[in-house]
């Protein structure tokens, strides 16, 4: 993607020019290509919407298609987007530019679809899957999971059995890292795609703390994993893993979602110990993955759900009984820059109640950081935000009410996105 030589400030001003201008022509000072495109998921509406950035115009709505929140979606560098479809059982890529459609899918087996992941060079993704559906019973004998390499230019999928109740996955020089119940393993992906349906025993094993949640990729081979015990980092040597450092928490509790840009890991820690969630607190947390530094900026109090990350913002939304605050924190300095406030959300967490089956909202930022996306679950509404403004800039109204928040992704060809991790 090509860097502008303007200042950011007006960057953030063409950028807001562009959003209303028709047609839209204009990159923004060279921060929007023309197929920069903006994939809103709603899963309960079987549908996925796409839009051009920054104009708004919507693109497609593609049906049809129930979405997999918790695999999320993955943009390539080529311009697709690849996600779950959990009603069909199948892997999905969406091209994005010219006239959206989908160009491929592959089958998957049964199981509760977990995590997407894709090697450094775009041929290759793997979904891991959970043997069982979140609302089925825990089976009685060990839990098991799969593995599934697709090749993304034949969409020819291989799958192999993993001793995993939750299975996590990333993918680092060939190699498939399976995050299973407090140990990571290697398998080759020529491995895999030479003995689809076997039980493969791993290159490698390393083992982590308990209960991991969040993996990401690093330059270098680093791989990196959300536990009990902090940030696991190991490093994949010839296809084998190597161990580096564990990087302690903040006193703030732990993280559960981690993701990458640049040089930097950037995630959230939460302690969800108080009497209610409006009272949970949480802390932006960053690390430099090489070195193990570390930086933590207060965020506040309230309901976060995931976050959303580009080169300059990571994005926050906390859900407050009078109001939502979306936090906006420099991945240069790991402080938070300015808060922005939105309306209560019909609909959304209640004191009292469990705010998990409340109506959300969902965050994505472009990978420059010009504009974020906010999504009020139920509304169908998006709200645009300049973080370099510090105030909302444009609604979008999607033909569906995003129900439970949806998923929003925003997609550039030519954009890496580095640590290649379904969001």
Do not use: C
């Not at 560098?77 to 892997?91: C, P, T």
């Not at 992906?189 to 039980?199: E, F, R, V």
């Not at 959300?226 to 296809?239: I, Q, S, W, Y």
């Amino acid at each position: 993607m090509r860097r502008s030589a303007l200042s950011a400030g007006a960057v953030a001003v063409l950028a807001l020019a562009a959003l209303h201008a028709q047609p839209a022509s204009a990159d923004a000072g060279g921060r929007f290509p023309p197929a920069a495109r903006l994939v809103v998921a709603d899963a309960a509406a079987g549908s996925v919407h796409v839009y051009a950035v920054p104009s708004n115009k919507k693109l497609a709505t593609i049906t049809g298609r129930t979405f997999a929140d918790h695999a999320g979606m993955l943009p390539l560098r080529d311009g697709r987007v690849l996600f779950v479809d959990e009603a069909a059982g199948e892997l999905v890529a969406l091209q994005v530019g010219g006239t959206p459609k989908v160009v491929g899918t592959a089958r998957l087996p049964e199981g509760e679809p977990t995590h997407i992941a894709a090697d450094e060079t775009g041929r290759y993704a793997v979904v891991a899957a959970a043997g069982a559906h979140d609302h089925e019973e825990p089976a009685e004998e060990e839990p098991h999971g799969t593995l599934t390499v697709v090749d993304l230019t034949t969409y020819r999928p291989a799958t192999i059995e993993v001793d995993s109740e939750h299975p996590g996955v990333v993918v680092s020089g060939g190699t498939v890292v399976h995050r299973g119940d407090g140990e990571l393993e290697t398998f080759p992906i020529a491995g895999i795609l030479a003995n689809p349906g076997a039980h493969l025993e791993p290159t490698s094993t390393l083992a982590t703390g308990e209960h991991g949640h969040g993996e990401a990729a690093h330059a270098g081979g680093l791989v990196l994993g959300a536990t009990d015990a902090g940030l696991d980092t190991a490093r994949v040597v010839d296809g084998r893993l190597q161990p580096v450092r564990t990087v302690p928490w903040p006193d703030s509790g732990r993280a559960y979602y981690v993701r990458v840009t640049g040089e930097k890991l950037v995630t959230y820690t939460s302690d969800e110990s108080g009497d209610d969630w409006q009272n949970w607190k949480h802390d932006a947390f960053t690390v430099v993955p090489d070195s193990g530094r570390t930086t933590t900026a207060e965020l506040g109090t309230g309901f976060l759900f995931r976050h959303g990350l580009s080169d300059r913002y990571a994005g926050y939304v906390l859900h407050r009984p009078g109001g939502d605050q979306v936090a906006f924190v420099s991945v240069k300095t790991g402080q938070v820059t300015t808060r922005v406030q939105l309306p209560p959300l019909p609909g959304g967490p209640v004191p009292g109640q469990s705010p998990w089956a409340a109506q959300k909202r969902r965050i994505a930022l472009d990978p420059s950081g010009v504009l974020a996306y906010v999504t009020g679950g139920g509304t169908g509404k998006i709200s645009v935000i300049s973080p370099d403004l510090g105030k909302v800039v444009g609604t979008i109204a999607t033909p569906t009410s995003l129900e439970g928040g949806g998923a929003v992704t925003v997609v550039v060809p030519g954009h890496d996105t580095v640590d290649k991790v379904g969001r």
